[in-house]
C-alpha cells in the first residue's frame, strides 16, 4: 500500500505496482507516469486469464493490506473521536470556493493518449508468446527476459517498434493540436 493511499490494494494492483517497479529498475529514463498507466492497462488483462495459483500470491497481499488499513483505522478512531466532530457551527459553515476545488485537476477524456514506447510495444508483443512458451514463468520473470532480450538487441532490430512509435507520436501530436485549439475555442 502506498503511504499516502489510505485505502487498501486489490491484488490487480499489487500486480501492477510489482511489475512496474521491476520495470522501472530496468529502465530507469522513461517517463514513470506513461509506464505506470500502460503496463496498469497490460496487467489488468493479463490478470482476466491468469490462472488461480498465480493470482494467490497478490490477493494474499490484499488481504494483508486490507487488514493492515482495518487495523490502522480503529487505533485512529480510539485515539481522535473527540477531535474529529466539528462543532455544529463549523458543520453549518459553508465551504469557501477555495475549499470546494480539488488539489488535483480532473483529466479530460477526451484528451488524446500518448502512444507507448518503443520497449512498450515489444513488451506487448512479446509477452504473450513468453507466457505461452514457458508458462510457468512469473511476470516478473518474464518482465526480466524481456527487458534483457531488448538491451541485447540492436538498433536495427530495434527499429520496427521505434519507427511504430514515431508514427503513433507524429498522430498523436497532431491529435494534441486539433484538441487545443478545439479546447482554446471552446473557451472563446
Known sequence: MSLDDPHPWSGVRWFANIVYREIV???????????????HFRCV????????????????????DRALVERSLASNNKTTTS???????????PLSSSAKKSKIAKKDPNRPHKPPTAYLQFYIAKHRQCKQANP??????IAKVLSKEWNAMSEMEKEPYVKEYKRKMSIYKGKLDKYKKEKKERKA
Open 136 to 141: 510457468d514463468m512469473t511476470y516478473s520473470d
Open 83 to 93: 477531535t474529529c466532530k466539528k462543532s455544529e457551527e463549523e458543520a453549518r459553515t
Open 25 to 39: 529498475q530496468m529502465h530507469p529514463r522513461h517517463n514513470k507516469n506513461l509506464l505506470f498507466q500502460e503496463i
Open 45 to 64: 488483462r493479463e490478470w482476466a486469464v491468469m490462472s488461480a495459483r498465480e493470482r494467490e500470491r497478490f490477493l494474499v497481499y490484499a488481504e494483508q
